[in-house]
Structure formats: C-alpha cells, structure tokens
C-alpha cells in the first residue's frame, strides 16, 4: 500500500518519486511481481515517517514504466486501475500493507443509464465552463479542449480526476457509490465553482 496526500481514481496517470527506504522496497517486490499496489489518501497526519490516518477507499495502482536512479531512488509512472476497499490493515512491515478487496462501482440500472448519460453532459459543459473562468481570471484550469467519454462511469472518473477540487471532495467522490451518484456530486461541486468564479469575475 502507498499512502499519499492526493486522490488516485481509475485512470488518472500517477507520478512518483520514491525515496523512501520503505518504499524503494514496495517498488522493488511489486516490478518482481504483478507491478500493481493499493494508493489511498491520508486523511491526517504526515506523509512521510509513518503515523498517519488513512482512508478506507482507494484505488489499485499499476507501474508502467519504473527507472532506478543511481542513488537507489526511483521514478515511476503508475495508472489507476480499479476501485478498492480495504478490509484491514495490516502491521507496517517491511512497508504499509492491507487486506483489500476490490469495490466496483454500482452499475446504473434501468432509467439510471439515461440519467448518468445527462449527467455526463452537464458535468462537461460544466467543467468546460470552469475551464474558461479559472483562465480569465489567471488561476490554473483544467485543459479547455477536455472532452469526456461517452460511456458515463469513464466520465465520471475523467471528471474526478480533471476538476480542480481539493483532496477530501476527490475522496468523496471516489467512494460514491457509482456513476449517477458521483455526476450528481460534481453537478453540484462545479456549479458552486462558476457562481463563486463568475462572482470573482464580475468584482474584477
């Protein structure tokens, strides 16, 4: 397991720098074995040293790509894979470990498939809309030329991953129970961003 400061969600790209005695030796039995480990948020506590409090929710990570560097450190690039839940962590030793089991989201049923496909829509346009403000007004901004995909639980997590949202809403967001759930919840994340950016906007 890999605890961090920031969100992994299914599909989102994960660059690390690992330096860590610790974590050197994660990445060296994980390359020797199925490249993949778990990646939850600390919810509080230090990022480094041990001693934090982690989250229950994460996602299963995979390295594709992984350079030693001379002094033993290394770089890696690592892809969100799937959702997990963990069931149980286990002792420190020789790194962070758990007991996981995997969470797949709750697949939209009947009229819930039309509902997430609208969803995703608005969530576009909404998060294109953010774009536009946050650039105006010289704040960082997800690309303006993002386009979503069409199956709406992918979008969901293109989303996720894109919108500029801090740490603890990106958790949320990642345990919603699926797709309608996790639109609705940016639905209302991003609408609340344009009124405070258009608000921003028309004081300047």
Same mark, same amino acid.
């Given at each position: 397991m890999f605890p961090l400061?920031?969100?992994?969600?299914?599909?989102?790209?994960?660059?690390?720098?690992?330096f860590e005695p610790r974590y050197r030796a994660l990445v060296r039995d994980c390359l020797a074995g199925d490249r993949e480990f778990g990646v939850v948020l600390i919810a509080r506590g230090p990022e480094v040293g041990g001693g934090d409090v982690r989250?229950?929710?994460?996602t299963m990570a995979r390295?594709?790509?992984?350079?030693?560097?001379?002094?033993?450190?290394?770089?890696?690039?690592?892809?969100g894979m799937r959702r997990i839940r963990v069931d &149980?962590? $286990?002792? #420190?030793?020789?790194?962070?470990?758990?007991e996981l089991s995997d969470w797949p989201d709750r697949e939209a049923g009947g009229g819930e498939a039309g509902r997430a496909a609208e969803l995703a829509g608005v969530v576009d346009r909404l998060l294109r809309r953010v774009a536009a403000?946050? &650039?105006? $007004?010289? #704040?960082?901004?997800?690309p303006l030329d993002l386009s979503l995909a069409g199956d709406p639980l992918v979008a969901s997590y293109q989303a996720t991953a894109i919108a500029p949202l801090g740490p603890a809403d990106r958790q949320d967001l990642l345990a919603a129970p699926g797709a309608v759930a996790r639109l609705e919840a940016l639905e209302r994340l991003l609408g609340e961003q344009v009124e405070l950016l258009a608000a921003r906007l028309g004081e300047g």
């Open positions: 400061g920031s969100v992994l969600v299914p599909g989102m790209i994960l660059p690390l720098h690992v989250t229950d929710v994460g390295i594709v790509r992984a350079d030693q560097l001379p002094d033993g450190r290394f770089a890696v690039g690592a892809v &149980a962590w $286990l002792e #420190d030793d020789p790194y962070p470990r758990a403000l946050r &650039a105006e $007004l010289g #704040d960082p901004a997800p």
